[in-house]
């Protein structure tokens, strides 16, 4: 099993440093960090208003970077061994492919929001895995909301860097993401999971039981569905509430259906919006719950939650996928195994493992070389606990 683990002789802060000092020939004046994430409970609620709890994985973007008297922004990327360079008075969506569309929407969104914004020169590095479902994109986006707002000298909390890093995907890059994974990259406490909600963006910092380990499992799946469907998905909820606001006017969103009501609604609604509705009403239910289970250490009912959160992903919002139930159906039967789901938005990407920490190398083992039976290859396994949100320090 090939394990992706945070570089520990060479962190991605050390490789962007380098980088920078090799590009633009100079030492960089700050450094700043931002993380995965990853969700334990939560899928497909955050865009329905409701409540989620996801824990920042120790993987990260870094950035080393310095400020620039004018309104140019230059990054080179060690990742992808490419610069690009823009004007921040020269932006419109659509303009910049791949990674360079991220910063540059970044600094779009915090231009059209009125912030004065200085440029910069920028090396940016990585270590979490690209379009795996952990979430490199919103640690990019609020690594590089906190690098303009530390250039520019703007008093920003972490929460609007998490909102800019979602305005900066939902308009300039086009993909219609929910709020938790910029919050989580901005947000998050070491050992604790997040326990946000996505409607009023308040949250809490839940501890982590320092005898569990998060394992995620790539599947390997390809996900060209992943968009499509996602947006499709987005579009049965919002067809959903509109049908519902028409009987209750007090609907805004799924948020405000409660499991005692949705008996009475589901007449309302045609197949599959009843299966769409079913999943979200029930899994903001289980994150109420789940997050309940954490703080009074009742590990197997959080770790039941887990399987029921897969089992309705699977059944009514049908965003799984063979090799996904694969994965959690052997991590139900492994060693050391809390709780299991698919993470992020399915399709293929990862599952969520909370597993013993003492059992975490025979699980591995166990699901691994369950996997290469079943589908010919081996997950990629990465084992983490609670990472911190973004930092940003004196590049020293
Ligand atoms: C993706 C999105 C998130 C969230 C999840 C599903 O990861 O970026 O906003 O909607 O899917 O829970």
Redesign the pocket.
Known sequence: MSTTEPKKERSAVDVARDAFCRTFAERPEWSCRAPGRV?LI??????NDGV?LPVAVALEIALAFRARTDRLVRIYSADFDETTEFDIDDLTPGSLPGWMAYPAGVAWAMSGAGLPLRGLDAAVAGNIPIAA?L?SSAALEVAFAAAFRQVSDLDLPELELAKLGQAAENQFVGVR?????QVTAACAEAEHALLLDCRSLHYRHVPLPPALHIVTLDSGLERELRSSE?NKRRRECEEVVSRLAAVDEDIHALRDVSPEQLGSLLRHLPPPLDRRARHVVGEIERVRLAASALEHAETERFGELMFASHRSLRDDYEVSSEELDGLVELARRAPGIVGARLT??GFGGCTVNVVSVALVEDFLSYVSEGYEKLFGRKPDACVTGAASGVSVDRAG
């Open positions: 969700n939560g899928g497909h609620v955050d865009y989620v479902g979430s993401c929910g709020i938790m994974d996602y992020g938005a």
